[in-house]
């Protein structure tokens, strides 16, 4: 193939990135909580509308402290999607607590609410739920299943900042709710993350565990005299640096978002009726929920057809991609989980799903090539 390879996802270049790192290097201070953390929490608390946001060095890690806050012990258990990202599963597993693998709905992929309550035990300390692609699962009843037990929710809304339920912003719904700035999210830092604290009484355990435990922040701020070591914890903290690079990302967000979401509508209008002709069904978006156009999927009709399209693409020289093996079937899931009832969409989701290409700053003719490429799979090709 001569035509140049269309990569699955590209970090977008920020227009003050360098900028934002060069005023860091000049300051002498790169470590965490300067002004770039101080403005990009602010932008975030703006998009999020949620109160209390702290920057922390992964998804992954603000999921952790989520455990730490919940004290997690071995015996505890998480009700988590099994069509989920492990670090879900792995924040729980390493405080020896037990992972709970529940089915997600057949044709969005995220938790069906409706098996939450039947996995509850007496054990159960948190309900996750993860909102894939930006569409959450219907949130008042998971609310509603999770106070009727007293049970904390907490939303991984790695794909969804910006995004909504309802008229309501993702990330608000739960005690806890956590965000990614992983370099193949909508907005990066590198690696990079969030976690949003909606429950009031979390807010000040949750600065101490990401300073290592200490009451530092409280220093900072003046409100003590000294410093020293007061609960669990750990370094969730990003250094300036990356701070710098979110914060000039946050000042593009409504561009970001802007590009995506024309990307992912001309998916969704170019390749309605090729679906409709082979039997798949493309990614839509419930009445509820709003467009972040995090990702763009078809749903093939079966794993040959999964395959069969994947390696299409490829020949076209096109990197599409499949998405998570079910946590339940995969080594450590069986490992360090338990699973009450089977989960066939999981699978089912897993094993038909074909993401295409999707980042702000693909050009037109990049999509209309994707478009072009999957179009002569299938109906054309055995015509
Ligand atoms: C990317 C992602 C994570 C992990 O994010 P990191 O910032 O890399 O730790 C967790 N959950 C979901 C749903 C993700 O997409």
């Known amino acids: 193939m001569s035509e140049e390879k269309i990569v699955f996802s590209r970090p977008f270049r920020a227009e003050r990135e360098g900028e934002n790192l060069e005023a860091v290097l000049a300051s002498g201070h790169a470590h965490g909580d300067g002004r770039f953390t101080a403005s990009a929490t602010a932008k975030l608390e703006r998009i999020t509308q949620s ?30 999607p099994s069509y989920t990202f492990p670090s879900a599963a792995t924040a729980v597993s390493a405080y020896g607590a037990t992972s709970v693998f529940v089915d997600v709905q057949k044709d969005t992929g995220v938790i069906d609410p409706e098996l939450i309550e039947d996995a509850i035990t007496p054990r159960t300390k948190a309900i996750s739920v993860m909102h894939y692609g930006g569409v959450a699962p219907d949130m008042r009843r998971v609310l509603d299943i999770a106070h009727t037990h007293g049970i904390p929710v907490i939303e991984d809304n790695a794909h969804g900042l910006g995004g909504a339920w309802n008229g309501q912003q993702l990330g608000t719904f739960g005690a806890f709710a956590t965000q990614s700035f992983h370099s193949t999210k909508n907005v990066h830092s590198g690696e990079g993350g969030a976690l949003l604290i909606n429950d009031e009484r979390f807010v000040e355990r949750a600065e101490i565990i990401r300073e290592k435990g200490t009451n530092r922040s409280r220093f900072l701020r003046g409100q003590v005299d000294k410093y020293s070591w007061v609960d669990k914890g750990s370094s969730y903290l990003p250094s300036e640096l990356n701070a710098a690079v979110l914060d000039a990302q946050l000042e593009q967000f409504d561009q970001i978002q802007g590009l995506r979401v024309e990307i992912w509508e001309r998916y969704a ?16 978006l419930p009445p509820a929920s709003a467009q972040v156009a ?18 299409h693409l490829r020949d076209h020289d096109i990197i599409g991609t499949f998405h998570y093996i079910p946590l339940d079937s995969s080594v450590a899931g069986r490992k360090f989980g338990r699973t009450p009832r089977e989960c066939p969409n999981s699978l089912d989701f897993s094993q038909r799903i074909v993401r295409l290409p999707l980042w702000a700053g693909m050009s037109e003719a990049q999509v209309a090539r994707v478009i072009a490429a999957v179009r002569s799979f299938g109906v054309t090709r055995a015509a």
């Open 269 to 284: 209008s170019e390749l309605a009726q090729w679906a409709e002709l082979n039997g798949v069904a493309p990614m839509t």
């Open 51 to 80: 109160k209390n946001v702290l920057l922390t060095t992964s998804c992954t890690h603000a999921l952790e402290m989520t455990s730490v806050l919940l004290d997690l012990k071995p015996g505890d258990e998480v009700i988590l």
């Open 294 to 311: 995090h990702l763009f999927y078809l749903l093939m009709p079966s794993f040959d057809a999964q395959q069969g399209l994947l390696q």
